[in-house]
């Protein structure tokens, strides 16, 4: 199994104890005795923005927290690296929107890091699974 990298979603729902698939769960836990997990410097940034939003209902639960600080925290919590954001991965995240069909910056970004990195990509999104049923040998997900 190679090593993980957590999309921000679940990153959020495992620090508010809220469910992911018992798949995901296991890998995530493998991942995490192996010192396999990753999170993107660009999670941090999503989380930031999220926290902003007016709706109180869409802002991310982070537990009364500043967005760095949980960030901080909860890396620390997940045993969880930060993956690197170099020169490659910035190129690699320009080219995805041809292939993947959306130029989010954040989606982007995951997805070239775990392309870079060879890691599986533990995300919630359907648009980002379907991507990857369609180009395996560029990304592999776990879907949570």
Same mark, same amino acid.
């Given at each position: 199994? @190679?090593? /993980?990298?957590? *999309?921000t979603h679940p990153l959020v729902?495992?620090?508010?104890?809220?469910?992911?698939?018992?798949?995901?769960?296991?890998?995530?836990?493998?991942?995490?005795? @192996? @010192?396999?997990?990753?999170? !993107?410097?660009?999670?941090?940034?999503?989380?930031?923005? !999220?926290?902003?939003?007016?709706?109180?209902?869409?802002?991310?639960? /982070?537990?009364?927290?500043?967005?760095?600080?949980?960030?901080?925290?909860?890396?620390?919590?997940?045993?969880?690296?930060?993956?690197?954001?170099?020169?490659?991965?910035?190129?690699?995240?320009?080219?995805?929107?041809? /292939?993947?069909?959306?130029?989010?910056?954040?989606?982007?970004?995951?997805?070239?890091?775990a392309h870079v990195l060879n890691?599986?990509?533990?995300?919630? *999104?359907?648009?980002?699974?379907?991507?990857?049923?369609?180009?395996?040998?560029?990304?592999?997900?776990?879907?949570?």
């Open positions: 199994m @190679r090593g /993980l990298l957590l *999309d729902w495992i620090a508010a104890n809220l469910a992911i698939s018992r798949s995901a769960e296991l890998a995530i836990g493998k991942a995490q005795s @192996r @010192r396999e997990l990753f999170v !993107s410097p660009i999670t941090a940034w999503e989380v930031g923005v !999220s926290s902003m939003k007016k709706s109180a209902a869409r802002r991310p639960p /982070l537990n009364d927290l500043p967005p760095d600080l949980w960030f901080r925290t909860n890396l620390r919590k997940f045993r969880a690296q930060l993956a690197p954001f170099n020169a490659e991965i910035a190129s690699e995240s320009a080219r995805v929107p041809a /292939l993947y069909g959306s130029g989010d910056p954040g989606d982007c970004i995951l997805i070239a890091t890691l599986s990509l533990v995300t919630r *999104d359907r648009r980002i699974i379907n991507f990857a049923k369609k180009q395996p040998d560029y990304l592999s997900v776990i879907a949570c």
